[in-house]
């Protein structure tokens, strides 16, 4: 393993649309990376569990919602290590949570190597995908001023996904990004497709100097209130500050103060939209081995198809994931 590779693990969405089915399985409201669909082990836990065989335990970075912590650790149970876990204030969408996470790991390792991976998405099987995560790290240490999206071959022309339009090869399977579509219309997905577009998995990697300077300039005046966080960090890292022997361990409760301020006064930041659809021309994708099943389980349907394909039954009732329809005029 790499002593600088850092993992990145997003978890602090709500999964508004996986709500009603978790409701009626459940009996409560609980976000999907935190639910156990299929096997013994939650979303999450399935993601820490594989990123553990690519980077070293305690350099692993997961980012969880406020009033997450309950769900986290019933959801990971006996998990070998879990990293460590930053709780954002309050919700500010995918840009602040992926920056937020790369100020503490910048303090700690300025010359560190990104990967970056939601904790919500389903793939099998898990030894190839793991295999993937290490040649994407790898292709970030080459490429070492570009983003890096891991992007996969496209069956249907769904519009729930982000589509990666892909120009001339560097390597192989690295080609260039020419344009990158967030959820497009189903006409433009059909398009897409025929196409030969990419899905974005959201996977990436980068080196974290290459990422800070792409927060730079599509989120200025965040990344200005987290250089004062990470200043302090910094400090506190190299001992200036005391109580630098408890911020590795317990990043989850390290400057909430501080964290509470800056969060409250950033605007929230989607890092599909406002990133990716503008820096194409500093990224690449990496296509996945097309061994691999890849999906966003965002909705019902897509967890029940994704299940029946590796013939796995889910935990919820098929009705719930497949509800009947309202009987007009009855």
């Known amino acids: 393993m790499q002593d600088n590779l850092w993992a990145v693990v997003l978890a602090g969405g709500e999964g508004e649309r996986m709500r009603p089915l978790i ?10 990376q935190y639910c156990t669909f299929v096997g013994t082990r939650s979303m999450l836990r399935h993601t820490i569990d594989r990123t553990n065989r690519v980077v070293i335990a305690n350099q692993i970075v997961t980012v969880i919602g406020n009033n997450h912590l309950t769900h986290l650790r019933a959801s990971l149970g006996n998990a070998v290590s879990f990293g460590r876990i930053l709780e954002q204030p309050i919700a500010r969408g995918t840009g602040a949570g992926v920056f937020l996470a790369a100020t503490y790991v910048m303090a700690a390792d300025p010359n560190a190597t990104f990967v970056i991976l939601p904790s919500d998405h389903f793939v099998y099987p898990e030894p190839l ?27 249907r022309p ?24 967030e959820k497009p219309a189903p006409a433009r997905a059909a398009e897409f497709l025929r196409h030969g577009c990419l899905w974005n998995t959201m996977v990436m990697a980068a080196k974290g100097q290459s990422l800070w300077r792409l927060g730079q300039s599509f989120f200025p005046a965040m990344m200005e209130k987290l250089e004062t966080l990470r200043s302090l960090l910094e400090a506190v890292y190299h001992g200036h500050i005391q109580g630098a022997d408890k911020i590795p361990r317990k990043m989850a409760y390290a400057h909430g103060s501080l964290l509470q301020e800056i969060y ?30 890849w999906s966003d389980w965002g909705r019902p349907e897509r967890v029940w198809n994704t299940l029946r394909r590796i013939r796995k039954m889910p935990h919820f009732p098929q009705a719930l994931a497949f509800p009947r329809p309202a009987l007009v005029g009855v």
């Open 264 to 293: 409250g006064e950033l605007t929230p930041a989607d890092f599909s939209a406002e990133l990716l659809q503008k820096a194409s021309d500093q990224t690449l994708v990496f296509e996945m081995d097309d061994r691999v099943l």
């Open 158 to 181: 769904e519009p729930d996904y982000g589509w990666i339009q892909t120009g001339s090869g560097e390597a192989e399977r690295i080609k260039q990004v020419t344009a990158f579509w």
């Open 129 to 155: 995908f793991v295999e993937e995560l290490r040649e994407l790290a790898r292709m970030a240490e080459i490429f070492d001023n570009r983003l890096i999206l891991l992007g996969v071959k496209p069956d």
């Open 23 to 32: 409701q009626s399985w459940l009996g409560c409201a609980r976000p999907k």
